[in-house]
């Protein structure tokens, strides 16, 4: 008999790889004859409209924090179950360059419309191609990708995604560096004692995709061979180096896109 520890473990594995809300299947088809859309793309339960009071004061759904595309039952599910799973994944870290010789070179005003237009636009374009945003912290945005939610295609979608951010922030004039990574990465809820709770990706993969990031100059974007690999994507048309990251024992392969 499994316990409470291993069932947990095992939602958040079949949540994040295989259908978010494959063991909601009955409120499924409850949910898709309400009215109307918009909807959650996974259970159907509707944010607007009768259909979206009642899925709301009966079930207390709403838009997700981590992608308004999909509803809240992730974010209620990881109040009550603290934990996670190791998953395959893929990520995206976006940050500003130089933010703070442009902070000098602005108003506090105009800098923080600059980081805000930088939020807005990227987080749009990442949630488009149906990825979790983990975090939005100074200037840089973190996000992820399963293929529970973003379906077997879920790395090209990263990549589509970074490619959008890249050219977007190239007609604002604002000077980003991306990073693109997959791998094998823990997924879950981590709180505190007080009851703060954040959904959250950690390990070795994701710290590698921070660390392209951080290598990536002002329009570039930085993606591991092996996200080229896992998407199907050859590459050949892209620089290609090999990286010496920090905390990362070996070098790895890339390709390098300029906006």
């Not at 079949?14 to 259908?19: A, G, K, L, Y």
């Amino acid at each position: 008999m499994r316990d409470d520890k291993f069932d947990a473990t095992q939602m958040w594995h079949d949540w994040f790889m295989v259908s978010a809300f494959r063991v909601e299947h009955p409120l499924i088809r409850f949910f898709s004859l309400l009215p109307h859309d918009p909807r959650c793309k996974l259970c159907y339960s509707p944010f607007a409209g009768i259909g979206g009071f009642t899925v709301g004061t009966l079930f207390g759904r709403r838009r997700s924090a981590l992608n308004p595309n999909f509803c809240s039952a992730c974010e209620d599910f990881a109040k009550k179950n603290p934990g996670g799973s190791e998953v395959q994944m893929s990520m995206l870290f976006a940050d500003i360059r130089g933010s703070t010789a442009l902070s000098e070179q602005m108003t506090p005003i105009e800098f923080s419309r600059l980081i805000n237009q930088f939020f807005i636009q990227s987080t749009d374009l990442i949630i488009a191609e149906d990825g979790l945003i983990e975090k939005l912290a100074g200037d840089a945005v973190a996000a992820f990708w399963g293929a529970g939610f973003a379906g077997g295609d879920y790395v090209a979608k990263t990549i589509r995604a970074a490619r959008n951010i890249l050219k977007a922030m190239e007609k604002e004039n604002i000077p980003v560096g991306i990073g693109v990574h997959t791998g094998v990465a823990y997924f879950g809820a981590m709180g505190s004692a007080g009851g703060l709770v954040n959904i959250a990706a950690i390990g070795e993969e994701v710290n590698t995709a921070a660390r392209l990031a951080s290598k990536a100059d002002a329009g570039e974007l930085i993606i591991s061979e092996k996200a080229l690999q896992e998407a199907r994507i050859e590459g050949r048309q892209w620089e290609s180096r090999s990286l010496e990251l920090k905390g990362i024992s070996e070098p790895v392969p890339v390709r390098v896109m300029r906006g």
